[in-house]
């Protein structure tokens, strides 16, 4: 962004102070030779930085209307939507000038977003989440209205965008845990501090998850092997279940077979009254 004449003027007035060899231009007068020698340096300075701001503004316009927007940019532009806020005119970018930092980061709602292709349909998805409580979760149905909008406004010309903002995708899962019991007790409870490390372990596997990444089974387990206490865990069975847009509810659940990527974008465990311990 172009300096002001007065900023570059006055740059080069300090370097000049600093310069010895130029201590016989003292005159404080604005009239004086050197000082106006510097104005028109200064001016001519800002001239240039003006042409530049103009010619990357040029460029800009230019890229943003030729360039076929990437999954990275809808996943970003997710991310940077503001709730409350209006574009600016014929842009997909907001004018934030003298609006406080900390009503610019609540206005962003989206914490979570991943942008994937649709395999049967010419079509982008956009799986978004925020954040309540510590816990992923859907934002509100006026917000998603917003969103809508917001992108509805930015995408690229005949290109088809649904955004889902699902509640997570449930988790079921049936096992047996096989434990020590020098450290676990019969309801996997850990003997010296009290607490559940079978499921806190499951729960940090999950938050541990990218949005939008796989669960795989096996690493699933390979995370609850290293639990201290568990000799052996053994996954019986996994199933899922997440909201059929059709009925606007949790379909059937699903075994997993492997590994499963979320439809919401995350997962949310039911419960942990099938996971069973065993001497």
Known sequence: MARSIDQIQTEIIQTKEQNQTLAGLSSTS???IWQLITYVVAYAIYTLEVLFDTHKAETDNAIALLKPHTKRWYRQKALDFQYGFDLME????????????DVIEQSKIIKYAAVTESADESR??????????????????QEKLAFDAYIGEIKDAGVSV?????????????????????????????????????????LDYLKNLPFDGQLVLAHLVDALQKVEGVLIPHLDSAESAWIDGVIN?????????VRVTPASGYFEVVNFNNISYVV
Do not use: C, H, W
């Not at 970018?93 to 003298?98: A, E, I, L, P, R």
């Not at 509810?249 to 077979?257: E, K, L, Q, R, S």
């Open 30 to 32: 604005k009239t004086s």
């Open 90 to 101: 014929d842009s997909d970018k907001y004018s934030n000038t003298g609006v406080d930092t």
């Open 124 to 141: 982008v998805i956009i799986k978004i989440a925020t954040e309540t409580d510590g816990k992923l979760s859907p934002i509100e149905p």
């Open 162 to 202: 649904n955004a889902i903002n699902f509640q997570p995708d449930k988790l079921y899962l049936n096992m047996k845990i096989f434990y020590d019991p020098l450290v676990l007790d019969a309801q996997g409870n850990s003997i010296i501090s009290g607490g559940r490390p079978v499921e806190d372990a499951i």
């Open 249 to 257: 509810n949790y379909g059937p659940a699903t075994p997993i077979n």
